[in-house]
């Protein structure tokens, strides 16, 4: 019906795996160029080459469509560096950050999702949940701090991490002041240091 | 012609500067109600009780409206407090940004200028100014820490006033996590730390 099948040369998996990839990606493209507003499940079925029936069964709305994406990026997104001392590590999370929040598509996606969830419930609620994630997966390199004695113990691992994004995604937000390694390494070299402190315990 | 003159009465400044205010009132209470997506000059005018031509007339557009808004709320805003200590003092800040971004009304406000920069260049412009007033306002008492000896000499006050806000709307807009004084008080108590340290130098 959709007439985007062709199942006599996919294997099932193969093909839904593709269908969500290629609608995922025109979801991210239209939100990098467009923002939230001009969002519609029609023209992203369009984009993506994809049946408009497929599209509205699958993902049924935008935010559904969005909650989608940010669970995909958050499956993506890159696993953490071990470089064996605490600064170290969450300097490699900072330029991370960075990368991704400068790069022109990337960066434009993140703005784009971020203001959605302000006003949209379950695109918030997806949206802290790509943030939490993201907070787990590097949380366990201040276990490490902790564990070698780099920072006091009862210091609270994922107030670390989210010290160290946050300068970097209040600039992006507040100001436009270019987001360069120099403010990625300041915001690891900070976390360390008040977290050396005792601050996050 | 607009039907909302009564110049027997009042002084033209007087009458000038309650037009503003009425108009901007109704500018944030739509914001924070309805965000930025719904804004428009003629449902603004009906609210304000102020002639349509006349918000055309001064305000042109939208984004004309909420950039005054904002300078309005930079005009509005409260003053820094001195403590004589940076823990005290940005401990003073970090707890005004708090109970500016918990209160329901400013909260959603802040929220909504804020997704509206991410997609309109000249309310970006008109939000970085905002902060940028907001930081030169509590600049001055870093550069007092570094004169008492606090603070290492070649502090950047701008950068430390930033630490201080960066983790409170990184909490407000990507975690669903309350916004609790404890946040606040934390977040002035990492960016002495981090300060001391001489990260921001």
Chains 1, 2 share one sequence.
Not at 19 to 45: N, S
Not at 123 to 137: G, V
Not at 147 to 152: A, S
Request: hydrophobic letters at 40%.
């Amino acid at each position: 019906m959709d007439g985007d099948a062709d199942p006599g040369t996919v294997r099932p998996g193969g093909r839904t795996a593709r269908v969500r990839a290629a609608v995922l990606r025109a979801t991210g493209d239209t939100l990098a160029e467009q923002g939230f507003a001009h969002l519609d499940l029609a023209d992203i079925a369009r984009r993506a080459e994809v049946g408009k029936t497929t599209v509205y069964r699958r993902w049924g709305t935008v935010t559904g469509l969005v909650a989608d994406l940010l669970t995909d990026m958050a499956e993506q997104s890159l696993p953490r560096t071990e470089t064996g001392s605490l600064l170290g590590d969450l300097t490699a999370n900072a330029r991370l950050v960075r990368r991704t929040l400068t790069d022109p598509r990337q960066g434009a996606l993140f703005k784009a999702v971020i203001a959605a969830a302000t006003c949209d419930p379950r695109t918030a609620e997806a949206l802290h949940r790509f943030y939490e994630l993201r907070i787990q997966e590097w949380a366990p390199c201040v276990q490490q701090a902790i564990d070698r004695g780099e920072v006091p113990e009862g210091t609270d691992p994922h107030e670390v991490i989210r010290a160290v994004s946050a300068p970097l995604y209040y600039r992006l937000l507040t100001s436009g002041i270019p987001l360069d390694e120099a403010a990625a390494d300041r915001a690891a070299e900070a976390a360390v240091a008040a977290a050396r402190a005792g601050a996050y315990a």
